[in-house]
């Protein structure tokens, strides 16, 4: 049996961390979301893929209850969230890093790891989150204005383990960063799941998407329209092409 299918049935028998069905959303009177479906099981890695403007973004806003106006079911293990604060959201164990970073500018860099509350147990201490980002601890004092595109990435992403969540739902982590930083990226986003943490990663890079995750969604105009794990993305990477525009 091949890595990718031992990866695929292994977290298959557990229930899923993350349920969504029929999600919709709308930014104003605009409707963006047209009936998400998705899950994602306990220690997944699961990327939405898509053109821009498919709505992966909004898919992610609308799971963290940053989005002004969503319907349709999200359950997180079982208990339905979807009339629930992000605050609350947060506390049940998701956290969103953002395709902007949200890095705090004025701010060290252990100033900015420090910000976001803790909401759970089990968040990572400081000194772990260094061993994880090295780079991370040599620019401690650093202001966040003063580091590089691939450093606010780290930064965005330890950020959010020091809060003790447990889904994370990341953002174009890969975007206008060099190859060499997105294979570190990578390697941290491996080190993650076997620190079993559940991902879902919205991608445009799909090389880095597909070296991770066990199971790939497709969106179009607001919907998912097409799944397929890790082991059949060879066989079905023509129509992948053809869903991506490549
Ligand atoms: N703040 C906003 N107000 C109004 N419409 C928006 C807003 N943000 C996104 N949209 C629209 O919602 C749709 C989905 O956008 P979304 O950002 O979710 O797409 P995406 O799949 O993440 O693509 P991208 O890679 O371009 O971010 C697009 O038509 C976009 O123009």
């Known amino acids: ?3 990718a299918q031992t990866r695929t049935q292994t977290p298959a028998r557990t229930q899923p961390f993350l349920a969504v069905e029929g999600l919709q959303g709308w930014y104003g009177e605009s409707h963006v979301l047209h009936g998400v479906d998705l899950q994602v099981r ?3 890695i699961v990327t939405l893929l898509g053109r821009n403007g498919a709505g992966k973004t909004t898919t992610l806003k609308a799971l963290m209850g940053v989005l002004e106006r969503r319907s349709g ?3 997180l293990r079982g208990t339905e969230v979807s009339n629930w604060p992000s605050n ?3 506390r ?3 956290a ?12 060290s860099v252990e100033e900015n790891l420090m910000l976001p509350p803790v909401v759970a147990p089990g968040g990572l201490p400081v000194a772990e989150l260094y061993t994880l980002f090295p780079n991370l601890e040599e620019r401690r004092g650093s202001q966040g204005t003063r580091l590089s595109g691939g450093e606010q990435q780290m930064l965005a992403i330890a950020r959010i383990l020091r809060t003790g969540a447990r889904l994370l739902l990341l953002d174009e982590v890969t ?10 990226i990578g390697v941290t986003v491996g080190k993650l799941r076997e620190a079993g943490y559940t991902i879902l990663l919205v991608e445009q890079n799909f090389r880095f998407a597909a070296s991770l995750a066990d199971r790939h969604y497709v969106m179009e105009h607001g919907r998912v329209v097409d799944e397929m794990a890790a082991h059949e ?9 053809k869903y991506l525009g490549v």
């Open 1 to 3: 049996m091949s890595e």
């Open 42 to 44: 306990e220690g997944e």
């Open 73 to 75: 079911s999200i359950r």
């Open 88 to 90: 609350r959201i947060a």
């Open 92 to 94: 049940a164990g998701m």
């Open 96 to 107: 969103w890093c953002p395709e902007e970073r949200g890095i705090f500018a004025g701010l």
């Open 175 to 184: 975007e206008g960063l060099a190859p060499v930083i997105v294979e570190q």
């Open 233 to 241: 993305v060879a066989d079905r990477q023509a129509s992948l092409n």
